[in-house]
Every structure is written in C-alpha cells, then in structure tokens.
T-cell receptor, first 115, second 110 residues
C-alpha cells in the first residue's frame, strides 16, 4: 500500500519566488483534493479534481495559485509570487468516487515556509 | 459560523481516563469522518460513518443524524493517543467537498 505521496515534505522559499508541489494519489482513486492547513486550524479546502477535470475551486484560491492533474493521476499545485501569508501545510487527499461513502486518504503534506 | 464545530479545542487527560470529543455540523451530509493528526502533519482516517456507531479497538464513534451531532470516545486513554482529532463532514451536494472542524488537541499524561 503506497498511500498518498507528497513531495517535497518541506519547502523554504523567499517571498516572490514560485513553488510547485506534487501529489501522487492512491492509484485507483479518481478524486484528488488539495487543502491548506495553518497552525491550530482544520484543513481548508482549496480545490478538487475528478480524474483530470478540476471541478471545484475555493474562493480562497487567488490567481497566484494553480493546480493541474493532466492525466488524471498525479497533481501539481503551483504558487506564483509567494507571500509570507502562503506559509502553511499543503495537504493532498484522494478518494474513490464510485463508492457511495468514500473515505479520504491524506498524504503527509508539504510544509511551506515563505521568508 | 463554521459548518462543523468541535469541542473542546484542547483536552488534557490522565492515562486511563475515558475521553469524549464532540462534533456538531450544520450541513446536510453523506458521511461524517473522524481523523487523527500527529505532530508532523500526517492525517489518518479513523472512522467514516453515516449512522449509528462504530468501534475500533479503544475508539468508538457515534452519530445522531437528527441532532447533527457526533462523538468520538477513547477508552483507557494512553499517551500514544496524544494527537489532534479532526471531525469532517462530507456533503454530496457540493461535489463531495469536505467541511473540517478546527480539531481537538488531546494530550494524555502518563
């Protein structure tokens, strides 16, 4: 069981730089979610894909954020012109939509620090 | 107001104590999830339930659909139970988006 894999685990970047994170979901899962979590808070929804289609995007997601899932497998989340407020844990999760009630499987997250 | 509210926010218990964490939600749900998050970020799904009660080892989760309330119980708590416990509601009305509570930070003291 490979689980959901996220890379890198940690990223430190200077303000204004672009960063890209990768998520590899569980192979048979067709739904993929991105969340952001700050200290003391629960995960905040950013966006979600069903296969390669990005079906929903949070209003929290500014134009500096973009996510792709080009082949319906792995996904990337890019943040352009990073700001200090972007510092957070970025979590990826996947699930299988064919099940009536499908649990979420989370990756270990990518912790972003913008200096 | 959050769609999912948890209480308490922080909880400290002595080893062996019975622990209850509560979750109330305001959205229509297809399922209610209890998640465990350890320091370092990894999140593990403990339970997913839509009615009644589920038990796994020392953990018990219950849900009352009419009252829109769920509880997570830990019997005979142990220091290794120390973690953040998060309640999440999934709603099929919004593309199966999940609504998360802010979590309950549990510390079990030996």
């Amino acid at each position: 069981d490979t689980g959901v894999s996220q890379n890198p685990r940690h990223k430190i970047t200077k303000r204004g730089q672009n960063v890209t994170f990768r998520c590899d979901p569980i192979s048979e899962h067709n739904r993929l979610y991105w969340y952001r979590q700050t200290l003391g808070q629960g995960p905040e929804f950013l966006t979600y894909f069903q296969n390669e289609a990005q079906l929903e995007k949070s209003r929290l997601l500014s134009d500096r954020f973009s996510a792709e899932r080009p082949k319906g497998s792995f996904s990337t989340l890019e943040i352009q012109r990073t700001e200090q407020g972007d510092s957070a844990m970025y979590l990826c999760a996947s699930s299988l939509s064919s099940q009536s009630y499908s649990p979420l499987h989370f990756g270990n997250g990518t912790r972003l620090t913008v200096t | 107001k959050n769609e999912v509210e948890q209480s308490p926010q922080n909880l400290t218990a002595q080893e062996g104590e019975f622990i209850t964490i509560n979750c109330s939600y305001s959205v229509g749900i297809s399922a209610l999830h209890w998640l465990q998050q350890h320091p370092g970020g990894g999140i593990v799904s403990l339970f997913m339930l839509s009615s009644g009660k589920k038990k796994h080892g020392r953990l018990i989760a219950t849900i009352n659909i009419q009252e829109k309330h769920s509880s997570l119980h830990i019997t005979a708590s142990h220091p290794r139970d120390s973690a953040v416990y998060i309640c999440a509601a999934s709603s099929s009305n919004t593309g199966n988006q999940f609504y998360f509570g802010t979590g309950t930070s549990l510390t079990v003291i030996p």
